[in-house]
């Protein structure tokens, strides 16, 4: 163990311990802050304070942010495979608990919603890139759907119109996780790995197919203010 008072000693067992780099710690620290950025201006532009759900939620995002310093340290060298598992598990488990939380308490807002959903596709992102890892590079579109979807909305102006609610969305998602999660455990046989991350490919291009023909056919009405 080393002093806390040196940090040179203190970071180099950090990395000895958990594997990352300054590549990783790099990604970590800036994913991270930008998401607490975007919490903080949200919560004060919403309703001016931090709801039990949206401090669940904005835990769930920070282990998504080690997840994502892994997957990070992971490209220059071998997966941390049981690393990332120890912090995407309980990361799903929070996601299937701020919805009812924030029924619960009655702290519900459209901030809430939307934050909920960009930490669940920024998780995605990070997940599909350690999967990528051992599965193969065709996974990366799963972690990249959120975000093509987003720029192809500033170059279409007809796909930024706002979506009517459906479930299955949460469905979805929750699959894709789960499925991302067996892939990269990978404690079956390599063809379990490769028909989860199939698996997820298909329900998100079901899931943003069936967005974006719904929005196709509104694509002349005129936005409601």
């Known amino acids: 163990y080393s ?34 950025l975007v919490m903080v201006t949200g919560v004060r532009a919403d309703r001016g304070s931090l709801g039990p759900a949206d401090t669940l939620t904005y835990g769930r995002s920070l282990l998504g942010c080690g997840v994502a310093a892994l997957a990070a340290q992971g490209l220059a060298g071998p997966p941390h495979t049981w690393a990332v598992l120890v912090l995407a598990v309980p990361a799903l488990l929070l996601d ?3 919805g009812p939380v924030a029924r619960h308490t009655d702290t519900v807002s459209a901030f809430g919603g939307r934050f909920d959903g960009e930490v669940d596709a920024f998780a995605i992102l990070a997940l599909s890139v350690v ?27 007809w ?15 929750a699959a894709v996780d789960v499925a991302l999660v067996v892939a990269i455990a990978g404690t079956g046989p390599s063809a379990v790995a490769g028909a989860a ?28 203010p």
């Open 131 to 157: 999967a990528a890892q051992s599965v193969g590079w065709w996974v990366l579109p799963v972690g990249l759907a959120r975000y093509v979807f987003g720029v192809a909305g500033w170059i279409l102006p």
């Open 159 to 173: 796909l930024r119109r706002p979506l009517d609610f459906r479930y299955w969305r949460k469905v979805v998602t």
């Open 96 to 98: 299937a608990v701020d």
């Open 3 to 36: 002093r806390l008072d040196d940090p040179r000693g203190y970071t180099a067992a950090l990395d000895a311990r958990a594997g990352v780099g300054w590549t990783g710690w790099l990604v970590g620290l800036a994913s991270g802050a930008f998401l607490t």
């Open 197 to 224: 991350s199939v698996l997820a490919l298909a329900l998100l291009a079901e899931s943003f197919g069936r967005d974006v023909l719904w929005l196709w056919r509104r694509r002349s009405q005129p936005l409601v």
